[in-house]
């Protein structure tokens, strides 16, 4: 078992130059107008393969890297350069996680290479959970999952919403209701391969932030999957669903379903692009600060400047430690027993959104226009709060956790 440290080894530190070599020389440049485009940067996604970044083998080795560091590394170079383009270029991890976390050996093996494609056929994959009426509320959701045991397929029904490359991904993974009656136990996921007959994106989201990643809806309309799209097998779905009839019965444990077993091994990443959006704000409020002058003098000379920098950079210390831990945690099997892939999502997407928020105000009118990047960033960092659980989620499973309570 990984010792934690705070010291990156040579191999990590070569990853981590290459990674933010790639996110100053081709991300950055690229940023303003994908933005402005609102369309996926699929040139920078390219260039991303053609290095190697974009791939299965460099996440496999981020993901399996003993220390727990890889990921929260990467994610927080490439949110370094532009938390748009870098979401386009890692948005199909979350759905490659959803079937590490609950796929068979087969499925990972067979699956997860056709959502990445390779650097001359460049594909992208979709995690689809949230619904217009289940978004934190999970035991809301309304998209079903029929097995029809005679053609051994699953038939799906329903709609999708706030999905990452909903509709243009060439492998969706979509959550959905089994069994009705178990609420948020009763759900499972599934692999919807490519071109399957009634799978359709609806909107496209124009959005405040994070404009050149897609997010749509995604339309479900008789869609017929085999039997082994089911994720982990219909074994050991159904040895799970009687398990949580029994507990329900019981009143015992909770179960946990397919979608939250995702998210728990995604928050440390999700909270790595936040200290990345938020370190790129601070560096540029920095760098303005010792180079602009008002009455005579650099403004960074004054303490109401000096001091918002001194707290800037100390949040997002204290972030990135938090997103260490956890991740450190999680790859060496420690449980989460005070939360703590939570409270470190919950800290570094609230950070983000203050010290963005800072750097404009340093900045003063310059940070409110589209000349400098400080006002992009502070629209990206807002989905931070939002996404794979908000803050107020987030502080509901740290409380649940610390208390043992049922606190609603």
Known sequence: MAEFTLDLNDDQKQVRDWLHGFAADVIRPAASEWDEREETPWPVIQEAAKVGIYSLDFYAQQFFDPTGLGIPMAMEELFWGDAGIALSIVGT???????????????????IPQMYGDANDVKVAAFCSSEPDAGSDVAAMRTRAVYDEAKDEWVLNGTKTWATNGGIANVHVVVAVVDADLGSKGHASFIVPPATPGLSQGQKFKKHGIRASHTAEVVLEDVRVPGHCLLGGKEKLDERLARARERAKSGGERVKNAAMAT????????GAMAVGTARAAYEVALDYAK????FGRPIIDNQGIAFQLADMRTQIDAARLLVWRASWMATT????????????KLYASETAKKVTAQAIQILGGNGFTREYPVERMHRDAAIYTIFEGTSEIQRLVIA????GMPIR
């Open 93 to 111: 991890g979350l759905a490659a996680v959803g079937v590490l976390a609950n796929g068979t050996e087969e499925q990972i093996g067979t699956w």
């Open 263 to 270: 998210f728990e091994a995604s928050r440390p990443a999700v």
């Open 291 to 294: 180079t602009r002058s008002q």
């Open 333 to 344: 099997g420690k449980p989460f027993t005070s939360a703590e892939g939570s409270m470190s």
């Open 400 to 403: 649940r956790t610390l208390s």
